[in-house]
């Protein structure tokens, strides 16, 4: 199949774990980069996913059935964007590949990752020694899809098991071959083998991609095409160099790198308008500022817990203002509209399962009231905690969320993480959470999966009496008020004894 890609005379960013998603990938756009490389998503994943349209982010998202979001993409990346597949067999790599055919450029076998995960599975570098099984799976995509397949390799010991395993691949009809010149037991620290490179380049005829370079060979924009011509390649594939500053794929100003300032601001943007995980962007972060490490700017990213308190230290409390409130806006809307279908009548399949459908006045109250210890109940035969409440994200900070703040109280108690569960029912979602061997559920169905299992974690963090992120607090939690009257009415001693006693019950729990 002829490529629609044109690989030759590419410079590409390589995929990398926890790098290689949206914003990064973007930035590397801005910059120059002619290709990007989705980080590896194992087969399997793929496999457990749902394709859904994110109109409020403008993107198409792969969620897991467990609710995890395992790959986000968007119109601007579509005609440049590689999504990187870890398997080890050729009808599991097609089913996983046609899943998202239609939203990327090329799909790309992952047959370099030297990491046991990877390996003791038969995937990654575990294929450079199986080449039957590597032929097989390439053979597979090409005859199935209608993009092109790529794959990435490493260099075998020996030269001249290395050309034959590359001639061997050309074979399948693959549209170009991506080489890291390093041994499988090999790292950074070790030189590439540009030789290698060299001598595959001379024996096949596809477009060879150069990698490994970074460090090495590959220090500014510049060394990019000396790299490419020292190892004879069509092009380069750029991994640390990318992921420490992604302007070192712009063809203008080539003998000097962006400001790091510049990067995490752009990134920053990115991150937070696609809504990528936050301990992941923060990472990305760090390694924007990998030679700044001893400074008070780096040891305060460290430091931020929040989208607010990173934005606060970069200066961009005002543009972050302006997003969350675009966002809000926008989830308003989805919130009405979900409203309106929900108050449709549902089937009579949906009487008979577990839970029981909610009234039309407990939907009111859920709808509109706050989340009190005195709407819960719990289950005299199973010990679950239960309520029927609905989370209006609008009515909540914006800068942090209730299964955010669940989570940092479980990190903070030494506590494993809380487990949620999901089931879909007539269209809607119900979820539960569980902490400490304590299953937190919410009666009341909500279109949008996410919003359900916070309103789940607001369910367990009321019923724990710590705060779920409203913004009325006070409002939202009448029983505090009536204790803050009585205590004002206390002596002075008496309210220090109740003060005294309240610290120490939190310090013990």
Partial sequence: MSSSVEFRGAVVLAPMVRVGTLPMRLLALDYGADLVYVEEIIDHRLLGCSRLVNRRLGTVDFVHKDGSLVFRTCQRERQRVVLQLGTADPDRAVSAAKIVERDVACIDVNMGCPKDYSTKGGMGAALITDAPRAVAILKALVANLSIPVTCKIRVLPNLSDTVALAQAL??????CLAVHGRFKHER????????????????????????GGSGDAVRLPLDVEYFRRV??????????????????????FEDRLESSETLVVKYLKYAITYDNPFPQSKYCIQQLLHDRTESEVYRSTLAAQTWSDLCTLWNLSAWYGEHL????HLEAEEEDASQEQQQ????????GVKRKAET?????????GPLTKRRLTVDSDTGEVLASFRYLRRLYRPDTSPKMLLHTHCQWRDLPAPEYKTDYID???YSQVTVEGKVYRNLL??????YAEQGAACICLVHLGLSDGRKDEEQAKPEQQQQSKQKQQQPVEKQSEVANGKQSEEIVS
């Fill in 170 to 175: 050309e074979s399948t009809g693959i549209a």
């Fill in 188 to 211: 950074p620290r070790n030189p590439n083998h540009n030789d290698y490179i060299a001598a595959v380049c001379r024996a096949v005829s596809l477009p060879v991609l150069a990698n």
């Fill in 231 to 252: 190892t004879g390649a069509s092009g380069v594939m750029l991994a640390r160099a990318a992921m420490h500053n992604p302007s070192i794929f712009r063809r203008e």
């Fill in 325 to 328: 409130a675009k966002m809000q």
């Fill in 344 to 351: 449709q009548p549902q089937s009579e399949q949906h009487a």
């Fill in 360 to 368: 039309a006045a407990e939907t009111a109250l859920a709808a509109s």
């Fill in 427 to 429: 269209r809607l979602y």
């Fill in 445 to 450: 169905g909500d279109q949008s999966k996410r």
